[in-house]
């Protein structure tokens, strides 16, 4: 059974709610690419919840960093766990929109394109080294495969609220290239 | 003679050794042509894949590190 399976099966008999992010998600609007963990994004309310789950699945807590948990897999060839918490108000916004999805053999919801795209900016700010190539490379590929006109308005929106203006610019150059 | 064989026998061999003859000799294509395309490969395929290379990643020196400056402590609200 996949960790998302199990993560359904437990999240359904305590009523919570997860979002699949980062790489699976960014595959699921279109852009194939390697990813070595599993994340899911929950209301940060539900934090004990969560971890009870995490590790009565056999996952080893790792590190806590605040706004997010990370286990590591009980088996060599499992994804790693990492959980990222946010606002019971975020997490509402995030789910109204959010994109069905079959995932390794679970039904999973991951955010709508736009979402995915705010979550993938404010990384982008607010990120560190590799893991800023790993997201300039993940917004411009999914631009791509969507068609997204970086000139419109809701796209530089994005990058307003979640990021700054020169990293828009950067984005801009990279896909007029 | 090459670089590792005049080096000292007690000093340790650097992490990733490149043999000194290497890249004089090599001519490579031209590939600035390539068109990029989408792969066919399923998903769930491409995921199977990725989890049977985790024992190799994991392996590798500074995994942990690299893991743990991954994650972006800044909470995100929408």
Same mark, same amino acid.
């Given at each position: 059974?996949?960790?998302?399976?199990?993560?359904?099966?437990?999240?359904?008999?305590?009523?919570?709610?997860?979002?699949?992010?980062?790489?699976?998600?960014?595959?699921?609007?279109?852009?194939?690419?390697?990813?070595? =963990?599993?994340?899911?994004?929950?209301?940060?309310?539900?934090?004990?919840?969560?971890?009870?789950?995490?590790?009565?699945?056999?996952?080893?807590?790792?590190? =806590?960093?605040?706004?997010?948990?990370?286990?590591?897999?009980?088996?060599?060839?499992?994804?790693?766990?990492?959980?990222?918490?946010?606002?019971?108000?975020?997490?509402?916004?995030?789910?109204?929109?959010?994109?069905?999805?079959?995932?390794?053999?679970?039904?999973?919801?991951?955010?709508?394109?736009?979402?995915?795209?705010?979550?993938?900016?404010?990384?982008?700010?607010?990120?560190?080294?590799?893991?800023?190539?790993?997201?300039?490379?993940?917004?411009?590929?999914?631009?791509?495969?969507?068609?997204?006109?970086?000139?419109?308005?809701?796209?530089?929106?994005?990058?307003?609220?979640?990021?700054?203006?020169?990293?828009?610019?950067?984005?801009?150059?990279?896909?007029?290239? | 003679?090459?670089?590792?064989?005049?080096?000292?026998?007690?000093?340790?061999?650097?992490?990733?050794?490149?043999?000194?003859?290497?890249?004089?000799?090599?001519?490579?294509?031209?590939?600035?042509?390539?068109?990029?395309?989408?792969?066919?490969?399923?998903?769930?395929?491409?995921?199977?894949?990725?989890?049977?290379?985790?024992?190799?990643?994991?392996?590798?020196?500074?995994?942990?590190?690299?893991?743990?400056?991954?994650?972006?402590?800044?909470?995100?609200?929408?």
């Amino acid at each position: 059974m996949s960790v998302f399976e199990q993560l359904n099966r437990e999240a359904a008999k305590q009523e919570l709610r997860f979002i699949v992010i980062g790489g699976h998600a960014v595959m699921q609007h279109g852009y194939q690419r390697g990813t070595e =963990d599993a994340d899911i994004l929950v209301d940060k309310n539900d934090r004990v919840l969560w971890q009870r789950i995490a590790e009565g699945l056999g996952y080893k807590f790792h590190h =806590d960093g605040g706004a997010f948990l990370q286990y590591d897999a009980p088996e060599a060839a499992a994804w790693d766990l990492d959980i990222m918490l946010v606002p019971a108000e975020t997490f509402h916004r995030l789910w109204a929109e959010i994109q069905p999805s079959q995932l390794e053999g679970a039904s999973v919801a991951v955010p709508s394109l736009q979402h995915l795209l705010a979550l993938k900016i404010h990384a982008l700010k607010h990120g560190h080294g590799l893991r800023v190539l790993k997201d300039m490379d993940d917004v411009a590929n999914l631009v791509l495969a969507n068609r997204v006109d970086v000139r419109s308005e809701w796209f530089r929106q994005l990058f307003e609220k979640h990021g700054n203006m020169k990293l828009y610019e950067r984005i801009v150059r990279i896909l007029a290239e | 003679m090459n670089e590792s064989s005049a080096s000292s026998p007690n000093e340790p061999a650097p992490a990733c050794a490149v043999p000194a003859q290497f890249g004089d000799h090599l001519e490579l294509p031209d590939w600035s042509g390539q068109r990029p395309r989408q792969t066919r490969v399923p998903t769930d395929e491409w995921l199977a894949y990725c989890r049977s290379n985790l024992p190799l990643i994991r392996s590798k020196p500074g995994y942990q590190e690299r893991r743990l400056k991954s994650k972006v402590s800044v909470e995100f609200v929408l």
